[in-house]
């Protein structure tokens, strides 16, 4: 996923920040440049060096979300900048709903919720209309739990 913003702290700077979806590698670009990781940084929450057009350099923190929801915040100059509007409580409620497939089918549930719900939030943040999210989150929803009782019917069938 691709985010494209400027900060009031660096009006004349268009900034890129990208995630990866499958490793959750974060790059930065810098009015089209590539920005050097921070050799103090972390993979989880990684530090870049932006260059200033008077010469200087500063440092962007990105921080993510603690939830599956792909969200972003940026630091800078100790100022903490939201490159995400937070979700709502009903979104968060549409994203998580595979995740109570782990109530009734233990670690394979778990398993396949935890995936819808990767699924669901890329879905909530995304451009559809709301309609059409919910829709699409009630569709990843269904097809998790078909999956479920797929897989724990062959499981069964193995096992026995």
């Not at 930065?28 to 200087?56: L, Y």
């Not at 995400?84 to 549930?109: D, N, Q, R, S």
């Not at 890329?122 to 559809?128: D, E, M, Q």
Request: with cysteine.
């Amino acid at each position: 996923m691709k985010y494209h913003f400027s900060l009031p702290q660096l009006p004349d700077t268009a900034i890129d920040v990208e995630k990866s979806y499958w490793s959750g590698k974060k790059s930065v670009w810098a009015n089209g440049k590539a920005c050097a990781q921070a050799a103090h940084s972390s993979r989880r929450a990684p530090k870049f060096i932006i260059p200033v057009p008077d010469g200087t350099e500063k440092v962007l923190g990105i921080t993510p979300s603690p939830f599956f929801d792909d969200g972003l915040t940026v630091s800078l100059d100790g100022a903490t900048i939201p490159i995400t509007a937070p979700l709502k409580w009903y979104e968060y409620i549409m994203g998580c709903l595979p995740v109570f497939l782990v109530f009734i089918g233990g670690a394979i549930g778990g398993l396949i919720g935890g995936i819808g719900a990767c699924c669901n939030f890329k879905i909530v943040r995304g451009s559809l209309s709301m309609p059409l999210k919910i829709l699409a989150a009630l569709g990843v929803t269904l097809i998790a739990a078909a999956l479920y009782f797929v897989f724990a019917f062959l499981f069964m069938k193995v096992v026995h």
